[in-house]
């Protein structure tokens, strides 16, 4: 690590927890040149998210669960885990 790096993160760690919080949410979003906080896109990208999934269902790749199951899965998931490390 150079030198002007290593200042650079001692720095950054020496900000408030929120601080940090805020640089790291921003460096992480230069480092994804696909990102756009246009909410037009964000709503096309969504769309081809839903229509892909739709066709998957109707094309019988994929099954719907009804979520009440799936919650009361997990929760046995955690009870026994927690059973099982004596929590």
């Known amino acids: 690590m150079s030198t002007d790096l290593s200042q650079v993160v001692q720095s950054a760690l020496s900000l ?6 805020k640089l790291a949410s921003a460096l992480l979003r230069s480092l994804d040149s696909q990102v756009d906080d246009d909410p037009q896109v964000i709503a096309k990208e ?12 109707h ?5 719907l669960v009804d979520s009440e199951a799936v919650i009361s899965e997990l929760r046995n998931l955690i ?6 490390t004596g929590q």
């Not at 094309?59 to 099954?63: A, L, P």
């Not at 009870?79 to 099982?84: E, F």
């Open 16 to 21: 408030p927890q929120s601080d940090r919080a």
């Open 46 to 57: 969504w769309e081809k998210v839903i229509l892909a999934r739709s066709d998957a269902l």
């Open 59 to 63: 094309r019988g790749e994929v099954e």
């Open 79 to 84: 009870s026994d885990s927690k059973s099982a």
